[in-house]
């Protein structure tokens, strides 16, 4: 069975950053892509970017350009997103979201609340 | 990049009734993919490749459409239907969803 583990909730104070991670079970991450969507409260979904764990390759949103970083750790199976120079308006649930052969974004975390508060 | 608009943002359905929710694209995409996503919990896979039901959904549920307009039916609304169903094109980067339509139950 395939899971997304993702870390817990985040306090991040404004100017700060935080890194938030996706664990995968029952899957080689090397085989997918792994991507990252965000929901502000009471908002829609929003496409952050997706990385190629096998090689590390990465397409963001142009408004997540300076905002998000994608890694992936294969001896691990896990993804991760940092999130640099934290606003007001990063609060949110960032959920990652995974594909699996020819079904995108197939399986899905649970999500992790960013919170950023002075 | 590609702006999708769906429609209805809001509506409620009686049970039995049809229900057809609209997704739009600002050009002509190859595929549109739906999810299903209830109050507190991630996103479902609902929809791929315009027509094709993802495991578990029932079968009251179809897609269909090309190039710039898609829609999601519901033969026959049921309570469990309730939630807010999104559009996702992934025809070309940047990935976008739509803004989303909250279906409710009467």
């Known amino acids: 069975e395939v899971q997304l583990q993702q870390s817990g909730a985040e306090l991040g104070k404004p100017g700060t950053s935080v890194k938030l991670s996706c664990k995968v079970s029952?899957?080689?991450?090397?085989?997918?892509?792994m991507h990252w969507v965000n929901q502000r409260p009471g908002k829609g979904l929003e496409w952050i970017g997706r990385?190629?764990?096998?090689?590390?390759?990465?397409i963001y949103a142009e408004k997540f350009k300076s905002k998000a970083t994608l890694t992936a750790d294969t001896s691990s199976n896990t993804a991760y997103m940092q999130l640099s120079q934290l606003k007001s308006d990063d609060t949110a649930i960032y959920f990652c979201?995974?594909?699996?052969?020819?079904?995108?974004?197939?399986?899905w975390g649970q999500g992790t609340l960013v919170t950023v508060s002075s | 990049e590609i702006v999708l608009t769906q429609s209805p943002t809001t509506m409620a359905a009686s049970p039995g009734e049809k229900v057809t929710i609209t997704c739009r694209a600002s050009?002509?995409?190859?595929?549109m993919h739906w999810f299903q996503q209830k109050s507190g919990t991630s996103p479902k896979p609902w929809i791929y490749?315009?027509?094709k039901l993802a495991s578990g959904v029932p079968d009251r549920f179809s897609g269909s459409g090309s190039g710039t307009s898609y829609s999601l039916t519901i033969s026959s609304m049921e309570a469990e239907d309730a939630a807010t169903y999104y559009c996702?094109?992934?025809?070309?980067?940047?990935?976008?969803f739509g803004s989303g339509t909250k279906l409710e139950i009467k």
């Open positions: 979201a995974m594909d699996y052969s020819v079904n995108w974004f197939a399986y």
């Open positions: 029952g899957y080689n991450i090397r085989n997918t892509y």
């Open positions: 990385i190629d764990p096998a090689n590390g390759n990465t």
């Open positions: 050009s002509s995409v190859s595929y």
């Open positions: 490749d315009t027509s």
């Open positions: 996702l094109q992934r025809s070309s980067y940047p990935l976008t």
